[in-house]
């Protein structure tokens, strides 16, 4: 055995002795399996194990066990020979011939039992360790690879050591009260009657919180159920205007008559709608005669003519419109109307360029100015 694990197997003794009153010599219980893994492998346990616990043992067998092992018959022979030369122990466990799982409860009974003697259980099965180490203050031995091994101690023996300890290190109130004479001495009724005072102003306080707190709670509780409610009318409210909106619409059914018309008004706005925009102008005609249209000499403008009525319209990107009508008088004035403004835009046009040339005139007048300086 190695010098690192015989160190952490002292440390886990150590822990057994003064949390559980293990003493030695120890008292070590075998399972049928770990006999034959012993007796498989060739290794002689009543040599291994006190080697690894360090001091004198006792080993144990019990009925149960045995029962197990007759079971078995044949096949388990060597090891039924071999638990019989050890002693037993009276677990008194009463079974039947149909009965399973006997090793089992056996240990998990003598576990339990916390008296004088307190058992080492050597046991190879992983359900039988598994149930074992639900209980605080059981160690185990199991063999892994030719050698002997002692488990860590389980979490609940360890959780259990330190309620233990608490208990134990804790101060009575007995030993309290004798304390505090001692330290306030002739001023210690004082002391009580201030401390009782404060209890009582502590209690009311709290009754008060909690007073305050179930308030609380019942206005909360009363406004979620108003919300429900609120909600159910709603969804009341719906489900019956829906049911109305579907007996209207089952009553006016539209025709086939109805369906096309729609369709086709809906075809003729579109239609409109794509057309480019057009700004009209009438005139009224002195005579019913109809006369010939005069000519039109600006580009997006179009003539159209009636009974008594002549219209005379252009596109949105011309900036004037002009008025035509039927009689030869009128269209001579329409045409003079038009020659004057075109003639007026000219005149425009030409005032903006002599304007530029004049400033670039000027700007190249006053460049050369300052090159000569």
Known sequence: MKIKRGKAYKKILQFYKTNYGFSEPYNVVFDGEFIEKCLNLKLYFKELIPKVL?????????????????????????????????????????????????TARCFLDLAKKNGVNRYFFAVQNNDIRYDLR???????????????ILEKPSTNSFTEMISTRKVLTQVSNAEKEALLKLKYGDKYDQFVKEREENKKKQQEKELVKKQKQDELKKEINDKKQQELKQRQQKQQDRKATTTTTTTTTSSTTPTKDLKKDIKDKQKNEKINQNKPKTTTTTTT?????????????KKGISLTKDDDHVTFSSSEDESEDYIVSTN????????????????????????????????DDNDNSATKKFKSK
């Open 54 to 102: 360090d001091s004198k043992c006792t080993f144990y067998f019990t009925p149960c066990a045995i029962a197990e092992l007759k079971r078995k018959g044949d096949e388990a022979k060597e090891e039924y020979n071999a638990a019989k030369r050890l002693e037993f122990v009276n677990c008194k466990h009463q079974f039947g011939k149909d009965d399973d799982k006997l």
């Open 134 to 148: 639900k209980v605080p203050g059981v160690p185990l031995l199991f063999i892994l690879s030719n050698m002997v």
């Open 285 to 297: 005609t002195k005579s019913s005669t109809e006369t010939p249209a005069p000519k039109i000499y």
């Open 328 to 359: 030869n008088s009128d269209s001579e004035n329409s045409k003079n109307q038009f020659n004057n403004s075109k003639k007026r835009k000219e005149m425009d046009s030409d005032n903006e360029d002599e304007e530029e040339e004049d400033e």
